[in-house]
């Protein structure tokens, strides 16, 4: 396998993961059904690449990208808050549906033609495949990590909360509103920021870059690691971008293989594969104790305070 | 013309009803999003396509592969289904997820086996179109009518009449209470996926006659349109789903003849759908008004 | 004795079910006060009216001088009326001592700023603790609260409304399915507050508890108030034998 190649395989699993944690913002931390997020990741790409092919800055045109499909979330998070979860789903199904028709009708996004978007200059160097994956590598170490800090603030819990029992967390003084609209503006933002690269990486965008199938597989990604865990979406975005690498092989059963692989998990392993609760995850773990015993959380004192006692 | 396009657009929205029906019988009982009901209906149409090639009899087409299809759905409920809500504390999006990897099997399997290139009907009927006045009728228009009615009544009558329909209404309206009063939850599920896979195969069938082509995409379209049917009649709603099936055949005919909307007619469904959920959040014929 | 909250002429009508039906109370601080009535009367729908969760049709409710009706349940937690669930709510995939954290953040979820304050800082680690430990929840502090009896569940609830220090507490059937035992411990937690100067609101299906603990009781039947009392007074009350002997399943 070539470098180059190697590095063309590398540059798509790592936008794919971008798009998959952020998926796992609004579905894994907020516990919202998103079924359409390919729109934003799509809403974004063409958010950038107009900006840049009419002469935008590449990075300027990525934030715009991130923010323009940020608040398309924004205000589908706004019609969600009226909608139950199976009702959210397939709205957000039909809001995939909707802008992929849009993307192929409007002249701002080059119709059926599509876009052509020149490789783009950073910092006086021509990206190509090699950069694209170490900017997004930097893109992704930078998200999890903010994404670390998160879940240990009052906004991770209050999407914990969320996500466990809507109506205990508004018990307690959470706005489960304004969390969801949260969660959807920034997962969405975050899909955003993921499609404005894409689209200077692949040189060309058309609608059906943008279809409900990349939404299913975002979601595969995200179900097939674990929903919720950081390691989960990255796993399963690394996993799925490599399965036609891994299948080829097997290139005219791939769909089939792949169809089968998502029964199989979510029959057998609903939590993913490397998920918190997965046997797998659950060796490990135990593995590692061995050699690095567990620190004890203040939970395990309270509990051992007692038991002790008794 | 009028009447020509409403005429038109009753065969589609008839047939959409029936293609979401199963979709809704399932989603009454289970409450999951089965997407894999548009894999029953393209493997209807080529099983009924093999079985109509093999033996020459288009009723029997429609009879083998319907039961065929209903018992798969049974094996599948049974399999997947049924053990993925058994498990405790399951997301909303899992038993979708299992949907879309059983549909997009589906679609592969066929394509595997019957090959990529569309095949065709050629179903031949005694007469080539029919005439009232200025309105031209095929007969596989009639026929789809004929058939739809037929098997929504059948529904109708076993839903309502019978002890089987009984105990799945029962196990709609609360399946807790349902089986805490003695209902066989199970039997009811197992209607659901009978009728329901069984449905979505008749409907494949009248599709490729229809259009006198079926290819493995053939299940593409209706996986999200009856979606978007299914919430609008009110999501588990067997009744609200035929107004909605109508209500889409409709929309989609006039919009794309009347108008210059820049939405494809596969979209509409969707467009219609958002609309109406940002005007009454519960569907159009919402059976349960929560409170 | 202090007013603490007053309910007058509180409606909640749904479509034309009148589950609340021109109510009236008030509770008093550091007052017990309980609230009884047969299945289906509509105490917990009273509660959901209260606390935010519904928005009542008609009626007013005041908290501390302040008109309160229809306010959203978590600004009502944050202002100090805290809440149980009859039927648990617990967040499955935390720990308990987490359940109790996020709970005792009541006042930290302010939106976007909320992103930059850690949740478990050594002050609320310290107010967990305390709390896990008066109510006994000590021993599973760090199970799963999926992994947990119905007993720790209920002890679960109490301890997140605890927790967020409010002015008011209202228990929903805390005793419900529990066993001799536990509905001893659980009535002994609430002894305990009252002994402390807590302002509880008790809805209560067992009679006795209720008559223990309480030291004003309410009745309701079909949304409405048919007597109030003292235990002894509400005990000898002929239209509250009437409602109870009226209901064939005395749960």
């Given at each position: 396998m070539s470098s180059a190649y190697l590095y063309s395989i590398l540059a798509t699993a790592t936008i794919f993961t971008l798009l998959a944690l952020a998926l796992n913002i609004i579905t894994g931390y907020a516990g919202q059904a998103m079924m359409g997020i390919a729109a934003f990741f799509g809403i974004g790409a063409y958010t950038a690449a107009i900006i840049t092919t009419n002469g935008g800055?590449?990075?300027?045109?990525?934030?715009?990208?991130?923010?323009?499909?940020?608040?398309?979330?924004?205000v589908l998070g706004v019609i969600s808050l009226r909608l139950q979860a199976d009702f959210l789903a397939i709205t957000t199904i039909g809001i995939n549906f909707v802008m992929v028709a849009l993307f192929n009708r409007l002249k701002i996004t080059g119709g059926t033609l599509g876009l052509t978007i020149k490789k783009p200059v950073l910092f006086g160097v021509k990206m190509n495949n090699t950069y694209f994956f170490y900017m997004t590598v930097i893109l992704i170490v930078v998200l999890c990590l903010l994404l670390g800090k998160m879940r240990r603030s009052w906004f991770g819990m209050a999407l914990a909360s969320i996500n466990n029992d809507p109506g205990a967390a508004?018990?307690?003084?959470?706005?489960?509103?304004?969390?969801?609209?949260?969660?959807?503006?920034?997962?969405?933002?975050?899909?955003?920021?993921?499609?404005?690269?894409?689209?200077?990486?692949?040189?060309?965008?058309?609608?059906?870059?943008?279809?409900?199938?990349?939404?299913i597989q975002a979601v595969s990604m995200v179900v097939i690691g674990g929903l919720g865990t950081l390691r989960g979406p990255i796993f399963g975005a690394l996993l799925i971008t490599s399965l036609p690498e891994i299948l080829r092989f097997a290139d005219d059963y791939r769909e089939l293989v792949y169809g089968l692989l998502l029964v199989l998990m979510v029959r057998f392993m609903p939590e993913g594969l490397i998920g918190d609760d997965s046997p797998v995850w659950s060796a490990l773990m135990k593995l590692w104790r061995k050699f690095v015993p567990k620190k004890k959380t203040r939970a395990d004192l309270i509990a051992e305070s007692v038991e002790g006692g008794r | 013309?009028?009447?020509?396009?409403?005429?038109?657009?009753?065969?589609?929205?008839?047939?959409?009803?029936?293609?979401?029906?199963?979709?809704?019988?399932?989603?009454?009982?289970?409450?999951?999003?089965?997407?894999?009901?548009?894999?029953?209906?393209?493997?209807?149409?080529?099983?009924?396509?093999?079985?109509?090639?093999?033996?020459?009899?288009?009723?029997?087409?429609?009879?083998?592969?319907?039961?065929?299809?209903?018992?798969?759905?049974?094996?599948?409920?049974?399999?997947?289904?049924?053990?993925?809500?058994?498990?405790?504390?399951?997301?909303?999006?899992?038993?979708?997820?299992?949907?879309?990897?059983?549909?997009?099997?589906?679609?592969?399997?066929?394509?595997?086996?019957?090959?990529?290139?569309?095949?065709?009907?050629?179903?031949?009927?005694?007469?080539?179109?029919?005439?009232?006045?200025?309105?031209?009728?095929?007969?596989?228009?009639?026929?789809?009518?004929?058939?739809?009615?037929?098997?929504?009544?059948?529904?109708?009558?076993?839903?309502?009449?019978?002890?089987?329909?009984?105990?799945?209404?029962?196990?709609?309206?609360?399946?807790?209470?349902?089986?805490?009063?003695?209902?066989?939850?199970?039997?009811?599920?197992?209607?659901?996926?009978i009728l329901g896979y069984g449905f979505a195969a008749a409907a494949g069938i009248m599709t490729g006659i229809l259009y006198n082509s079926i290819t493995p995409a053939l299940g593409e379209v209706p996986s999200y349109k009856m979606l978007a049917i299914i919430v609008l009649g009110g999501l588990g709603n067997p009744m609200g789903t035929v107004v909605a099936g109508l209500i889409i055949g409709i929309a989609e005919v006039f919009l794309s003849v009347y108008t210059a909307i820049p939405i494809p007619k596969d979209a509409i469904a969707f467009v219609v759908l958002i609309i109406m959920l940002l005007v009454k959040p519960d569907g159009i014929m919402s059976r349960k008004n929560k409170v | 004795m202090e007013e603490l909250m007053r309910i007058e002429g509180l409606k909640m009508y749904f479509g034309g079910l009148k589950a609340i039906d021109g109510f009236d109370l008030v509770i008093n601080k550091s007052e017990t006060l309980g609230i009884i009535g047969p299945n289906g009367a509509g105490k917990t729908t009273l509660f959901n009216a209260i606390c935010g969760?519904?928005?009542?049709?008609?009626?007013?409710?005041?908290?501390?001088?302040?008109?309160?009706?229809g306010t959203p349940a978590h600004e009502m937690a944050k202002m100090g009326i805290a809440r149980t669930f009859q039927i648990s709510k617990p967040l499955s995939g935390l720990t308990i001592f987490d359940n109790v954290i996020a709970a005792a953040g009541v006042h930290e979820y302010t939106g976007i700023q909320s992103y930059f304050h850690k949740a478990h800082t050594p002050e609320i680690?310290?107010?967990?603790?305390?709390?896990?430990?008066?109510?006994?929840?000590?021993?599973?502090?760090?199970?799963?609260?999926?992994?947990?009896?119905?007993?720790?569940?209920?002890?679960?609830?109490?301890?997140?409304?605890?927790?967020?220090?409010?002015?008011?507490?209202?228990?929903?059937?805390?005793?419900?399915?529990?066993?001799?035992f536990a509905i001893n411990e659980i009535t002994e937690l609430v002894m305990r507050l009252k002994e402390k100067g807590q302002s509880i609101v008790l809805i209560e299906h067992?009679?006795?508890?209720?008559?223990?603990?309480?030291?004003?009781?309410?009745?309701?039947?079909?949304?409405?108030?048919?007597?109030?009392?003292?235990?002894?007074?509400?005990?000898?009350?002929?239209?509250?034998?009437?409602?109870?002997?009226?209901?064939?399943d005395d749960g």
């Open positions: 800055n590449f990075l300027l045109a990525l934030l715009a990208g991130m923010l323009v499909s940020g608040i398309f979330g924004a508004r018990s307690f003084g959470i706005n489960v509103s304004r969390y969801q609209i949260l969660a959807f503006t920034i997962g969405t933002a975050v899909a955003g920021l993921a499609g404005g690269v894409y689209a200077h990486r692949m040189g060309f965008i058309s609608s059906s870059d943008f279809a409900f199938v990349v939404s | 013309m009028f009447l020509q396009q409403l005429i038109n657009a009753l065969t589609i929205g008839s047939l959409y009803a029936l293609t979401a029906m199963g979709a809704t019988l399932i989603y009454g009982i289970l409450g999951i999003l089965d997407i894999a009901n548009a894999g029953a209906y393209l493997v209807g149409a080529y099983l009924g396509w093999y079985i109509y090639y093999g033996t020459g009899s288009i009723v029997l087409a429609f009879l083998l592969s319907m039961l065929a299809v209903g018992l798969l759905g049974i094996l599948l409920q049974r399999a997947v289904y049924s053990p993925i809500l058994a498990k405790p504390h399951t997301l909303s999006i899992i038993p979708l997820v299992a949907a879309v990897g059983l549909f997009t099997m589906s679609s592969d399997a066929v394509r595997l086996i019957c090959g990529p290139n569309s095949k065709a009907y050629n179903l031949k009927f005694p007469v080539e179109t029919l005439r009232v006045g200025n309105v031209v009728i095929l007969p596989a228009w009639l026929m789809i009518f004929a058939l739809t009615a037929v098997l929504l009544v059948i529904l109708w009558f076993i839903l309502n009449k019978t002890k089987l329909g009984l105990a799945w209404r029962a196990t709609a309206g609360d399946a807790e209470i349902a089986r805490v009063c003695g209902v066989n939850t199970d039997t009811a599920m197992a209607l659901s996926y | 969760v519904y928005t009542p049709t008609a009626g007013k409710v005041t908290f501390e001088g302040r008109e309160v009706q680690e310290d107010r967990a603790e305390a709390v896990i430990r008066e109510v006994g929840l000590a021993d599973v502090a760090n199970k799963k609260a999926s992994d947990v009896s119905l007993g720790y569940l209920r002890r679960l609830e109490i301890a997140r409304a605890l927790v967020t220090q409010p002015k008011l507490i209202m228990l929903d059937e805390p005793c419900a399915g529990l066993s001799n067992n009679l006795p508890i209720t008559m223990k603990v309480c030291d004003r009781i309410t009745v309701l039947s079909y949304g409405k108030k048919i007597a109030e009392g003292t235990p002894d007074e509400v005990k000898n009350n002929k239209q509250v034998i009437e409602a109870y002997l009226g209901e064939e």
